[in-house]
């Protein structure tokens, strides 16, 4: 992946500003956003980077390797996370704009223009923003987001893997596999499970 499509941004904006968010959709474990941005004209043809790729679609040694790559050649990056009480209070959607706002005001600078992954974005700041479906597999910036966001939700549940190691949050990472969901029928939720995701398979409603 290129910085191609920042290019015509960087024309006239500086501080350019990739967001993406990691764990929407698992059971257990926080919603995790992470922003990004590169210096002005940033290419990564010669480097590393150039693997950049949506995060889902890269395996965890790659992931590991390419966040730091990123840390290393960003001009700003943060993240942010909302926790399992504060999803069941406000709702997952709201939660997930949350952590990508609180992303963007941890930045050591405040960008110009935000590109957002998706295609639904509320902003708290006066900034404007863009977003843009499968921006993790199109945009090097929000693809930078991506990988940040999921290797440090990774990194959450594998240590909350070692609190409550019955549920094999090592494995799935709070995603409603078929481990887990028996897991959470064998020993019930834990103090990270989220209470307003219900399951069907366990007759929730």
């Known amino acids: 992946m290129n910085t191609d499509y920042e290019y015509p941004f960087w024309r006239n904006t ?3 500003c990739g967001i993406d968010e990691a764990g929407r959709g698992p059971l257990a474990g926080p919603v995790v956003a992470a922003a990004v941005v ?3 004209w940033f ?3 010669t480097d ?5 790729n949506d995060s889902k679609k890269l395996s ?7 966040a730091s790559s990123i840390k290393a050649a960003a001009l700003h990056w943060a993240t942010a996370l ?3 009480e504060t999803i069941d209070r406000i709702n997952i959607f709201q939660a997930t704009m949350l952590a990508m706002n609180n992303a963007v005001t941890s930045l050591s600078e405040t960008p110009e ?3 957002v992954d998706g295609n639904r974005f509320r902003p708290l700041l006066p900034i404007p923003y863009e977003t843009i479906v499968k921006g993790d597999a199109k945009v090097f910036s929000i693809a930078a987001a991506s990988v940040l966001a999921k290797t440090c939700r990774d990194t959450i549940m594998k240590e909350y893997a070692l609190l409550y190691p019955q549920y094999g949050f090592e494995h799935h990472f709070g995603y409603p596999t078929g481990e887990h969901i028996r897991a959470v029928a064998q020993y019930g939720r834990s103090p990270i499970h989220r209470k307003s995701f219900k399951l069907k398979q366990l007759g929730e409603k």
Do not use: A, M
């Open 14 to 16: 500086e501080l350019l």
């Open 38 to 40: 590169f210096p002005r």
């Open 43 to 45: 290419t990564p043809e």
């Open 48 to 52: 590393r980077l150039s693997l950049l």
């Open 60 to 66: 965890p040694g790659l992931r590991s390797e390419l």
């Open 82 to 84: 909302i926790e399992p």
């Open 113 to 115: 223009l935000l590109l």
